[in-house]
């Protein structure tokens, strides 16, 4: 086995994440019908925010793995806004103007969002958990900020790839996740200018990455509401709203 230091060798030290992971609706499908897949290098490992049944049939029903990374959509919800008004998303159709916050909370519990309604979006993707834990492996935010090198030896098992005792013993799974963790991508100079796709700045996708920002911006009637509504959208989903907000 070579000892190979990852820190020196990572994309992500020079990339931003969205260029090292194409997006597929907003990258490789942009302006291409059909774009050649075969030029991307392998093992290939895309990104996407579409909701799991508006993904094609050959997605599902290929050998490929789908990692889910659900968040508590309060955060969810605050994170998209901030993200929203530093690229001044909409304000062409608005005459330069933005959505305030009560429009813009009520349009996202009404299912107003560029992916559909959030609950959907999280039951679409646990319930292709459940019915094949092998190929879609569900995830929390909140468990990653947590833990995260128990994730990402969770990932490493669901990819049909664990840690070997050696890579254990040297530090690997602390390497990657000091690599990857939100305070080092957001402190390197490749994600604090430029742009993805000309449009969005690389510094809009590292705000915070906070759990519990939400409290920050929202009122008490607000969170009610949004508590209530989860309660009543995840019933008999197996998901509770304890799972999906703590």
Excluded at 9 to 36: A, C, F, G, M, R
Excluded at 126 to 135: E, I, Q, S, T, V
Aim: hydrophobic fraction near 35%.
């Amino acid at each position: 086995m070579c000892n190979i230091d990852t820190t020196q060798i990572s994309p992500l030290l020079t990339s931003n994440p969205h260029k090292v992971v194409p997006h597929l609706e907003l990258n490789l499908y942009l302006n291409q019908e059909n774009p050649d897949l075969e030029q991307t290098s392998t093992p290939r490992i895309f990104s996407t925010h579409m909701p799991f049944h508006a993904l094609p049939t050959s997605i599902p029903e290929s050998g490929c793995k789908i990692i889910y990374i659900c968040r508590n959509p309060m955060d969810q919800f605050i994170s998209f806004r901030h993200f929203s008004l530093d690229n001044k998303f909409g304000e062409e159709d608005r005459h330069g103007g933005h959505v305030e916050l009560d429009e813009a909370f009520d349009m996202f519990c009404d299912g107003v969002h560029l992916y559909g309604p959030f609950y959907e979006h999280i039951i679409g993707y646990w319930d292709a958990h459940l019915k094949n834990p092998d190929k879609v492996l569900f995830l929390k935010y909140e468990d990653l900020k947590d833990n995260i090198g128990l994730h990402v030896r969770k990932i490493a098992e669901f990819m049909g790839c664990p840690f070997s005792p050696e890579e254990e013993k040297r530090g690997l799974v602390e390497e990657i996740s000091r690599v990857c963790s939100f305070d080092n991508l957001k402190n390197l100079e490749v994600n604090k200018s430029g742009s993805f796709n000309g449009r969005v700045n690389n510094s809009s996708f590292f705000r915070k990455g906070e759990v519990g920002d939400w409290a920050n911006h929202l009122t008490p009637a607000m969170a009610e509401r949004m508590e209530k509504l989860i309660k009543t959208k995840l019933q008999g989903s197996g998901l509770t709203h304890d799972n999906i907000v703590s």
